[in-house]
């Protein structure tokens, strides 16, 4: 999905590089003429390194990339924006560290930009550093004229598809978000059509497909589940499988457990309240166990299938070494005689 951007090239000039390009035509000296003091080695060092550092942000000019500082209230979130908004509250102890950190040391890393589409509501859309513009827009309404945020403007970054794949390894290298964050990010790729589907999604980033279900699953629990866990960011990934099964299976008893546990104070750990829902799920099937009658057959003194039957459910359970094409046969004739019950009580179905 392509967007209309403005021309890089027709972007604010940028005067800082003019200053910078000035020593450049004083360091381009021969060789032979080289100072030999080891003063004169150092300062020539020196301006070579400034020469190296004129040309790499040449090129980074030329593909569109420039260093800005900005007011962090000109720039706007795009829809693909993955951080939980408690990870961007001054109630979350890393956040907290790090708006302190730059109360007190300054901004070291810049957040990433690109040009808002024309009609946007900022000039910019943020791209990389949603923790970092966080805390310096805080900070900027608490600190006296304020507070400018250091930006690299990433003009090439018009297409959302290389706009989310930036996201997402700025912060897999980090390894710093949650399997619940990952997941809504996932699901928001999905539903933008930047993806055709989760085979295809797990490719683009190298990642297995069990990984992207798994990240999904977790986003999309039920609210008193989330609730439950009261910070669904703590919700790990290994554990999907399992709330999925619950949900499935004893999905009314894990719910019902679910707004208990979210009503207690203090909050328990996020495994006790796994073992919480899954122990409320034992309990129903242990119920639902003791309401279920079973019979096992046997042939040549080996059980091959066992009928079983409670209100509501009847079934034919066979072991795994049961040949499929038995199991198969045995439906059939299952549906028919169902079929021929039901008729024959309850008249010829419309």
């Not at 990433?154 to 912060?171: H, I």
């Not at 679910?258 to 073992?275: M, N, Y």
């Not at 005689?337 to 024959?344: E, G």
Request: charged residues 30%; positive net charge; proline residues 6%.
């Amino acid at each position: 999905m392509k967007r209309a951007f403005p021309d890089p090239t027709a972007l604010p000039h940028d005067s800082i590089l003019d200053v910078l390009k000035e020593p450049r035509a004083r360091a381009e000296t021969s060789a032979a003429s080289r100072p030999q003091t080891f003063v004169g080695r150092v300062g020539a060092a020196q301006n070579d390194g400034l020469q190296a550092r004129i040309e790499e942000l040449e090129q980074e000019r030329s593909g569109g990339m420039l260093l800005l500082r900005l007011d962090p209230a000109s720039i706007g979130h795009t829809e693909f924006a993955n951080r939980h908004e408690l990870g961007l509250s001054t109630d979350d102890d890393e956040f907290k560290r790090l708006k302190e950190s730059i109360r007190l040391n300054g901004q070291d890393t810049p957040v990433r930009v690109r040009p808002a589409a024309p009609g946007s509501p900022t000039p910019y859309e943020l791209v990389e550093g949603h923790r970092r513009h966080a805390a310096i827009q805080q900070l900027s309404t608490e600190i006296a004229g304020g507070l400018q945020i250091l930006a690299r403007l990433d003009a090439q970054a018009v297409e959302s598809k290389d706009l989310v794949l930036k996201m997402y390894r700025e912060n897999a290298e980090r390894a710093d978000l949650s399997a619940f964050e990952t997941g809504r990010m996932f699901q928001s790729w999905l539903e933008a059509d930047l993806f055709p589907n989760q085979a295809a999604l797990a490719k683009a980033l190298a990642v297995s497909e069990q990984v992207v279900s798994r990240c999904l699953t977790i986003a999309s629990l039920p609210e008193a589940i989330l609730q439950a866990f009261g910070d669904p960011r703590v919700i790990s990934q290994r554990w999907a499988e399992t709330l999925a099964a619950l949900l499935k299976h004893h999905g009314d008893k894990a719910l019902r457990a679910a707004v208990t546990i979210a009503k207690q104070a203090p909050r328990p750990t996020p495994e006790a309240v796994l073992k919480a829902l899954s122990d409320a799920a034992g309990a129903a099937a242990k119920k639902r166990g003791a309401d279920t009658r079973e019979e096992s057959f046997k042939v040549k003194g080996k059980i091959v299938w066992t009928f079983a039957h409670r209100r509501g459910f009847v079934a034919a359970k066979f072991p795994k070494s049961i040949d499929p094409e038995i199991e198969a046969e045995v439906a059939d004739e299952v549906r028919k005689a169902v079929d021929k019950v039901i008729t024959r009580r309850l008249g010829q179905p419309k």
